[in-house]
């Protein structure tokens, strides 16, 4: 069952009947999108979460993952899909109280949703009724319903902006240069007041680039960094925006975020101070060059013909004030999390996808 938008009411949030004296629940909010099912489908494959019950919500149709060989049917019936506007006081009141009904714990927040970067910089106003407003309002009823609950924040690298050295530190200050850096570092702040108060226990999680997506390009302003794979494999043009093939990126494999998700879901709370709450998810750093390399092995040279090179000037300088490179020595070494091991396996993993999708 999945409620539009404009149906959704308390009356309607569907209900879970169990015998448990102490079920579990999950909400993953932005599940239209790639993050969220990806967590979902992670979770649903731990048996260490086959009592909790997962709520998916968004704007658009939550996607559900489907049955097979490593989910089981039957787990699927905890799965909850609620569409809904995330920027409207009632439903959100209505949402949480749904992963509280009969007495449930709500473990916790995953907050995924939200306008990408070239989006936030085209609509200012937009970025900040999701970006800003619907996640202080989410925040807020979380902390007045459901207060301790472990919320885990999608930040981004967007939060840093230049000048930077060429390997960036957990102790370099962001100043972002983008609505959307400027936004989610606000947000960074709330959740380490937040946090600092008692009246959640908050995580922020800093992703690279997602790379290689799969679905359709989105409106962030890395988006190419897919597309430069996906579109040709697909027989499609991609438009790099930037003309240069030594540029560099910072990217993650989509498995490796799911993973490294669930270890700070999983994360003893006092890993990290009190007041400062974010966490770098390793990645790797890739140049656009790179990235060709590994369409051409996998193939072919003439998919090479189907990207084409042309400088936008707004999106690279949106781009040119991301980071290219990170320590992962305290994400990985002190914090336990995972980091890809090449640029091969990258593009690796989306190929394999696409064979087991045929």
């Known amino acids: ?129 999701v970006n800003v407003d619907s996640v202080r309002l989410l925040l807020d009823e979380i ?79 890395s988006s190419f960094l897919s597309g430069i794979i996906r579109e040709p494999l697909a027989g499609k043009e991609c438009v790099v925006p930037i003309e240069d093939r030594s540029f560099r990126s910072y990217l993650s494999s989509p498995s490796t975020i799911a993973e490294n998700l669930v270890r700070v879901l999983e994360m003893d709370s006092d890993k990290l101070p009190e007041h400062r709450r974010s966490v770098n998810f390793p990645g790797i750093s890739v140049s656009v060059q790179e990235l060709l390399d590994a369409l051409e092995k996998y193939g072919g040279k003439e998919k090479l013909g189907l990207v084409e090179e042309k400088r936008d000037e707004g999106l690279e300088k949106v781009l040119r004030s991301w980071p290219t490179d990170f320590d992962t020595s305290r994400a990985v070494g002190e914090l336990g999390l995972v980091v890809d091991e090449g640029v091969e396996g990258l593009v690796g993993e989306y190929v394999e996808s696409l064979k087991r999708s045929e």
């Open 143 to 221: 902390r007045t319903q459901a207060p301790g609950t472990r919320v885990i924040y999608s930040s981004s690298q967007a939060v840093y902006g230049q000048p930077l050295p060429a390997i960036v530190t957990d102790d370099v200050t962001p100043t972002p240069q983008s609505t959307y850096g400027a936004h989610k570092l606000m947000m960074e702040t709330y959740i380490n007041d937040l946090h600092r108060k008692g009246y959640i226990e908050g995580f922020v999680v800093r992703f690279p680039t997602i790379s290689v997506r799969p679905g359709k390009p989105t409106a962030a302003a």
């Open 1 to 129: 069952m999945s409620l539009k938008p404009e149906d959704a009411s308390p009356a309607d949030i569907p209900r879970i009947t169990t015998t448990m004296s102490a079920r579990k629940s999950i909400l993953i909010t932005g599940a239209g999108g790639l993050v969220g099912p990806l967590l979902a489908t992670r979770l649903l494959r731990d048996p260490n979460y086959s009592q909790h019950t997962i709520y998916l919500t968004d704007l658009a149709p939550p996607i559900v993952p489907s049955a097979s060989s490593s989910i089981p049917a039957d787990r699927l019936k905890n799965v909850i899909p609620i569409q809904g506007d995330i920027t409207s006081p009632s439903f959100v009141s209505s949402l949480i109280s749904a992963t509280l009904q009969d007495g449930a714990n709500l473990s916790a927040v995953f907050i995924f949703h939200g306008i990408m970067s070239a989006g936030s910089e085209a609509n200012f106003e937009l970025s900040l009724k």
